[in-house]
């Protein structure tokens, strides 16, 4: 592993979700555990009625081992968010959508990374869209703030498109905006393609119909 991989697998899930373990690494590790098992139990059971315990038995860790690593239940929920948002930016980071001299080629990079993000962050996409305004005003805020960045990638993208001719859209921000929104029906509608496309072919149209939409 490169020293730039090194130092982002360093960083911390969560500012606002504190732990008594001083292993950054296990800190990490544990995080997305609890993040991941608790967004599955949210989605099935809904966040005010799934129990700390269930949390505790879904992730295998003792009640006591479980609050080495939260404070309380509302940390819990701050994770999933912090979870999803970490991902995105340690792959903007490690140059997952480094930029090119082929503005078409880097939209269809950020579309097929996106959609590998979708497929593995499903339950916690659906969860951050759901319970939302459970978050603390703060939390709230910062993810907001966080997807807000993740679209203006995409809109330098598209302006740079724009700038070369390729692109042909009016409103690189908001083009940006729709085509974000558009990247996670998968994860919130998905139900209405199963039995008629498969995944491969619902990600095959959503990417053409995106990239035809920015060109025309």
């Not at 003792?62 to 509302?74: F, P, Q, R, T, V």
């Not at 409103?171 to 729709?178: L, R």
């Not at 990247?183 to 095959?204: C, D, H, M, Q």
Request: net charge positive; proline share 2%; charged share 30%.
């Amino acid at each position: 592993m490169d020293k730039q991989n090194k130092k982002t697998d360093q960083r911390k899930i969560s500012e606002s979700v504190t732990s008594r373990i001083k292993n950054s690494d296990r800190v990490r590790e544990k995080h997305q555990l609890i993040a991941k098992k608790a967004a599955r139990l949210f989605i099935k059971k809904g966040y005010p009625q799934t129990t700390i315990r269930e949390i505790s038995k879904a992730t295998g860790m003792a009640m006591g081992n479980l609050y080495d690593y939260i404070s309380k239940k509302e940390d819990i929920l701050c994770l999933v968010f912090d979870v999803y948002h970490r991902h995105i930016e340690d792959s903007a980071i490690v140059g997952k959508y480094k930029e090119t001299d082929d503005p078409h080629r880097e939209l269809q990079s950020f579309i097929h990374g996106s959609l590998q993000n979708v497929r593995e962050f499903h339950d916690e996409i659906i969860l951050m869209y759901r319970e939302s305004g459970l978050l603390p005003k703060k939390n709230l805020k910062q993810a907001m703030q966080k997807e807000l960045s993740e679209i203006r990638v995409l809109e330098k993208i598209i302006r740079r498109g724009i700038e070369r001719k390729v692109f042909k859209a009016q409103d690189p921000f908001f083009a940006a905006s729709m085509v974000f929104y558009q990247l996670v029906i998968p994860a919130l509608r998905g139900w209405t393609f199963k039995g008629k496309y498969s995944e491969i072919k619902v990600n095959k149209l959503l990417e053409d119909y995106i990239i035809k939409n920015i060109l025309a």
